[in-house]
Structures are given as structure tokens and as C-alpha cells.
């Protein structure tokens, strides 16, 4: 298994940023080496990003908060630049461990943690188990509804289907037309033109690292402990602000749902914006944080 300084090099660079690792830690057989993009100055801002993406994924935001910021945008375990550890698990409280490993390691207190999509559910669950580090929470469209990336479009049916099928899963997951992933990720756009090409090529850079299939059918198959961990919602002590797309993968049921769950928490719904806010409106999402900075 190459290391990660023997993987391809991101071909998308965000200004203002650098890059930076954490080694896993000794005796702890199932982590790996975690990358994360850190900019700016100011109280610590925690971004984690959704399903089959990564840091890269918050490169319009990143400049918009680092006036007000110091942005450490992780890469979660096995996505983006981080280590892919052989039989590694993918279900919610391990990616949840590695974003807490970032979190202790570097010694961040009075943290912003911000999540789309699956990252909103570990942004929760993350406040919930370190309360005294955890600022507030800013969770965007959050993942944790049945079906999850599938109700995007037929295609996406077919092709999550196909991933978590036994036997050729595996198989599937390790082919990835790029008109395929450019479709499926414009289903969670509002507005299709958001999908930069540039983008598109570095996903499918990272979906060609050896191990990476493995890593997507894992997390797609952990769905369920997403939707799991909203029980945990509740314990999170720090102030929370729902962010959802008008047009987000979710059914207005599930968002009443958390709504209700999370009865003192803010809540704005972005209109026309789908289910990657961060590609189509990271201006509302920074003035959001920055007038709280």
C-alpha cells in the first residue's frame, strides 16, 4: 500500500492554504495518517466535508472566512489525502474518531465546527463527545435520512445499488466514469454550473488511489450509522445552526424531524441551493460564520 507521501499530489491548490498531516497514534492498529488544509488567523473553524469528497471540497469558503478564522479543513480518514488502512472501518464513530483526533492532537479549544452532509453528522456527534472544545456547530444538510446520496437521481440509484451489491460491489465501486460522477454530483446542485470541471478531475484523481474503492463501498454501506448517530444530537451542549438547501436530497419530514430533535437550534434554509452548499453558495455559509466570528 503506497504511503501517503507516494500518493498523487492534489492538482487543486486553495490559496492561502498549506497542508499539513497527523501520524496515527502508537498502538492504535486501524488509523492512519489524517491530511488537513489549514488558512488563516482567529478562533479555530473545523470543516468537515460530505460523502465521496474532501478538504478541496471547501476551496470557495476557505478564503471567504480566514480574515476571521484559523480553517483546518480535514480530509476524513481513508477520503481525500488521508492514509487508507487496510479493513479500516468507515461507520460513524470511526470517522467521528479521526475528526476528534484532530481536534486533541493539535489542542483545539473554542472550536467552530462546520459539516455538509455527512460532515454535518460528525460535526454533531464530534460536540457531543468533546463538549469542552466545541464553540458552536454549523451542520449543513445534514446526512442522516434513508437513502441518503440514491435519492439524488435514477442514475445514483442504480449506481449505489450496484456498490453495495455482494459479490460485484467491489467491482462497481472500482469504476467510476467521470460523466457518471459529474451526474451524480450535480444531482445535489441546485445550480448544475457550480460543478467545476477541475473539481471533478481531482475526485476522480483520489478515487484512482489503490485501496480508495474499498473505502467509498465501506462508506456507503455505513449509512445506517449516520442515520443512527442522530440520536446523539441531543447531547450537543455548544449553540447548533441548522443549514438546509431548498432543494437538499432530504424530504421536508426529515428536516422537521431534526427541527423538532433540535428544538433551540437556529435554522436557515438556502433557496434554490441543493445539497453541496459549499460549491453553490459559500458566500451565504460565510457570512453565516463570519458574523459570529
Known amino acids: 500500500m503506497p504511503s501517503p507521501s507516494q500518493d498523487p499530489r492534489p492538482t487543486i491548490h486553495v490559496p492561502g492554504t498549506t497542508s499539513h498531516t497527523i501520524a496515527p497514534r502508537a498502538g492504535h492498529s486501524h488509523e492512519g495518517t489524517l491530511r ?7 478562533a479555530p473553524l473545523v470543516l468537515l466535508h460530505t460523502v465521496r469528497t474532501q478538504a478541496e471540497h471547501y476551496r470557495d469558503l476557505i478564503p ?6 484559523t480553517v483546518y479543513a480535514l480530509d476524513l480518514p481513508g477520503m481525500g489525502y488521508s492514509e487508507i488502512v487496510p479493513e479500516a472501518s468507515y461507520d460513524e464513530p470511526a470517522m467521528r ?11 483545539l479549544h473554542d472550536v467552530t465546527l462546520v459539516g455538509e452532509s455527512m460532515g454535518a453528522v460528525l460535526a454533531l456527534t464530534t460536540a457531543a ?6 464553540r458552536r456547530v454549523v451542520a449543513v444538510n445534514t446526512y442522516d435520512f434513508n437513502g441518503g446520496i440514491a435519492r439524488s ?5 442504480v449506481v449505489v445499488s450496484g456498490v453495495l451489491a455482494p459479490g460485484v460491489g467491489p467491482v462497481i465501486a472500482g469504476v467510476e466514469p467521470k460523466p457518471a460522477l459529474r451526474a451524480i454530483l450535480q444531482g445535489g446542485l441546485g445550480d448544475k454550473n457550480a460543478l467545476r470541471e477541475d473539481y471533478v478531475d481531482e475526485l476522480l484523481q483520489v478515487g484512482r488511489r489503490p485501496g480508495y474503492p474499498t473505502v467509498a463501498r465501506a462508506v456507503y454501506q455505513n449509512l445506517p450509522s ?23 436530497w432530504s424530504r421536508p419530514s426529515d428536516r422537521q424531524a431534526n427541527k423538532q430533535l433540535l428544538p433551540a437550534a437556529d435554522f436557515t434554509q438556502v433557496p434554490k441551493a441543493g445539497h453541496f452548499i459549499a460549491l453553490e453558495r459559500p458566500d451565504v455559509l460565510a457570512d453565516l460564520l463570519n458574523s459570529v466570528a
Open 36 to 42: 488537513y488544509l489549514k488558512a488563516g488567523t482567529g
Open 64 to 69: 471567504l472566512i480566514a480574515d476571521r478564522y
Open 97 to 107: 474518531a479521526g475528526v476528534e483526533r484532530l481536534l486533541t492532537e493539535l489542542d
Open 129 to 134: 463527545d468533546l463538549p469542552e472544545r466545541v
Open 153 to 157: 437521481s435514477l442514475l445514483a440509484r
Open 226 to 248: 449516520l442515520i443512527a448517530a442522530r440520536s446523539r444530537y441531543p447531547e450537543v451542549k455548544a449553540p447548533i445552526h441548522l443549514v438546509y438547501g431548498e432543494k437538499d
